[in-house]
């Protein structure tokens, strides 16, 4: 199975400030990796696809880039509601597999 | 509006098979694929699998053949059976959609996991 790590587990930061979230795939996934939010006691919440494509309704303030192995996920200019969990999904082949999630904090 | 909401039991006995279904409205089971997520309490996601209208299945192996996911889609709904459980099966339960389209430029398949059902907590306890 494909093992994506992401870094960091944690992360504080102010509201306004820029946000740089990684997931690295353990083998080569094209672009076939998602971004995922989740608050608590939510189901998560689809915010791009294909690496790079904003789902409808996603504030523009988040955006990813990366293909292969090494992917981001940018939040610029923090709102208060974005304090929460970030998944990435590879969905290149099965099983799917999930990174470990980072947990977004206010400082 | 595409809605995906899980129910079955919240209480499950060790040794005993967990039964979850997934109802779906605002789309057809019969497109796209359905999928099971769960989250153990303070934990991230785990892939469980996904079945197609056809009725194949694609499990993930780490739950070492106690899984069978039908479909039935004269309900347009789908289920999740994981039989022999112990407290380690204890979690919120999620039914998503993986939905895809082929991208015009490059011909490749575009996958996502869009919607997702509320969730439900199935705890494994005598």
């Known amino acids: 199975a494909i093992q994506m790590t992401q870094s960091p587990s944690s992360l504080s930061a102010s509201v306004g400030d820029r946000v740089i979230i990684t997931c690295r795939a353990s083998q080569g996934i094209r672009k076939d990796l998602g971004w995922y939010q989740q608050r608590p006691g939510k189901a998560p919440k689809l915010l791009i696809y294909d690496a790079s494509t904003l789902q409808g309704g996603v504030p523009s303030r988040f955006s990813g880039s990366g293909s292969g192995t090494d992917f981001t996920l940018t939040i610029s200019g923090l709102e208060p509601e974005d304090f929460a969990t970030y998944y990435c999904l590879q969905v290149y082949n099965y099983p799917r597999t999930f990174g470990q999630g980072t947990k977004l904090e206010i400082k | 509006q595409v809605e995906l909401k899980e129910s079955g039991p919240g209480l499950v006995r060790p040794s005993e098979t967990l039964s979850l279904t997934c109802t779906v409205s605002?789309?057809?089971?019969?497109?796209?694929?359905w999928h099971w997520i769960r989250q153990s309490p303070g934990k991230g996601l785990e892939w469980l699998g996904y079945?197609?209208?056809?009725?194949?299945?694609t499990y993930n192996p780490s739950l070492r053949g106690r899984v069978a996911m039908s479909i039935d889609t004269s309900r347009n709904t789908f289920s999740l059976n994981l039989n022999s459980v112990t407290a380690a099966d204890t979690a919120v339960y999620y039914c998503?959609?993986?939905?895809?389209?082929?991208?015009?430029?490059?011909?490749?398949?575009?996958?996502?996991?869009?919607?997702w059902g509320q969730g439900t907590l199935v705890t494994v306890s005598s």
């Open positions: 079945i197609y209208y056809s009725g194949a299945a």
């Open positions: 605002g789309d057809s089971v019969n497109d796209h694929y």
């Open positions: 998503a959609r993986e939905a895809f389209k082929v991208d015009d430029t490059t011909a490749s398949v575009i996958y996502w996991f869009d919607p």
